[in-house]
């Protein structure tokens, strides 16, 4: 089975954790604050603050921000899960805008109508890993008075019109699951050039314990166990010095794809918008039969090929349903749902495995 993500670990991953297994710190040591700072750099940043998972990540930057029950948030519905309900948790309400239909991100367009009194943040999530129109979003959070919490568990990696992501909002979140630009096993980050955020991500992240006047531990909010581990860090930091590579490796895997499937009028490519370098997470087509989307799926699958489904509108979930949302129309998003398809994507996927998964494609539909 062609799977449709996969990690990339080689030797000196393994012995960069090897060492940190033989160290004296197998967590909350060293190895920690330098997979921060290298996070930091590599973004053009000042602070990092590593976490335990993109969705503890994401609980943090919410709290840090202050948002609280009753809070309005606006961001996409097409989404993992976990970008909303770090939300619910908090009590605060997501408020969901339409998608473009080239990036598949937040249409920006339709941010403006959804701003309410109790609007506290925009959360713009960078699909697999094409920037949003951060310029747009961030002279509408300007005006009325807005955080933007960008959920980039997809983008490690991209850049948008000369800048990383990462350095685009107020608060920016990674992720690095082994099928991520980089991976630690679990583990996921919070990005934020303030230092009032800075402050309390790390207080928030270990239990709300901070040192007093006189050197003692005491608590002074209600925080979290949401920390790294050094042997996580360790495999992060050798991980991060091969970024660039494996966003390269994707571009090539995606130019393979554009190049083999482009007489395939019976499926739509996905788009890289000219002022962005997609971090290209996965790479999703769509089909123009909503009828051929579930039997091409099982045709994949029956040959060995790995495909998903990134994603179901947050909104149609079986949990989101029995809430009282009152969703906004959002029929491009549904559209999207309804037609897409995830295809492997991944560093070290071969141009013959590419060529198989299309020609498979093209067996389908007898092409």
Same mark, same amino acid.
């Given at each position: 089975m062609i799977s449709y993500g996969s990690q990339s670990i080689d030797r000196n991953d393994v012995q960069a954790v090897t060492t940190t297994l033989k160290s004296k710190w197998l967590t909350q040591g060293p190895k920690v604050q330098e997979f921060e700072n290298g996070l930091a750099n590599y973004c053009g940043v000042k602070y990092a603050v590593a976490?335990?998972?993109?969705?503890?990540?994401?609980h943090l930057a919410y709290l840090a921000a202050g948002l609280k029950k009753g809070d309005e948030v606006i961001t996409t519905p097409n989404t993992f899960v976990a970008t909303t309900n770090m939300l619910l948790v908090l009590?605060?309400?997501?408020v969901f805008g339409d998608i473009r239909l080239d990036t598949y991100n937040l249409d920006e367009s339709k941010i403006a109508k959804l701003i309410t009194k109790k609007t506290k943040a925009i959360v713009p999530v960078d699909f697999a890993g094409q920037p949003c129109e951060y310029q747009k979003i961030r002279s509408l959070a300007k005006k009325h008075k807005l955080l933007i919490i960008a959920d980039?568990? *997809?983008?490690?990696?991209?850049? +948008?019109? $000369?800048?990383?992501?990462? #350095?685009l909002a &107020?608060?920016?979140?990674?992720?690095f699951h082994p099928v991520k630009s980089i991976t630690t096993?679990?583990? $996921?980050?919070?990005?934020?050039? *303030?230092?009032?955020f800075y402050d309390q991500l790390l207080l928030l992240r270990s239990h709300g314990v901070e040192k007093d006047q006189n050197g003692f531990n005491v608590m002074t909010k209600? $925080?979290?166990? +949401?920390?790294?581990? &050094?042997? !996580?860090?360790?495999? $992060?930091?050798? !991980?991060?010095k091969k970024l660039d590579r494996f966003i390269a490796k994707r571009h090539q895997v995606v130019n393979? +794809?554009?190049? +083999?499937?482009? &007489?395939?009028?019976?499926?739509?490519?996905?788009?890289?918008?000219?002022?962005?370098? #997609?971090a290209w997470h996965i790479f999703v087509i769509r089909v123009k039969n909503v009828k051929d989307r579930l039997p091409l799926y099982n045709f994949l699958k029956k040959n060995g090929i790995g495909v998903n489904f990134h994603y179901p509108t947050v909104y149609s979930q079986p949990y989101y349903q029995k809430l009282d949302l009152k969703i906004t129309n959002c029929p491009k998003a549904d559209h999207y749902s309804q037609t897409a398809m995830t295809l492997p994507l991944y560093p070290?996927?071969?141009?013959t495995k590419v060529k198989y998964i299309v020609n498979v494609i093209k067996q389908y539909y007898r092409l």
């Open positions: 976490a335990s998972s993109g969705t503890a990540a994401l009590g605060a309400k997501p980039a568990c *997809h983008a490690l990696g991209a850049n +948008y019109r $000369g800048a990383k992501v990462g #350095s &107020d608060l920016t979140v990674f992720s096993g679990e583990g $996921g980050a919070v990005l934020t050039n *303030h230092k009032n209600l $925080g979290f166990n +949401y920390r790294l581990t &050094d042997i !996580q860090a360790a495999l $992060g930091l050798s !991980q991060l393979w +794809y554009r190049k +083999y499937l482009s &007489d395939c009028l019976e499926i739509t490519l996905p788009e890289e918008i000219p002022s962005s370098r #997609s070290n996927l071969t141009q």
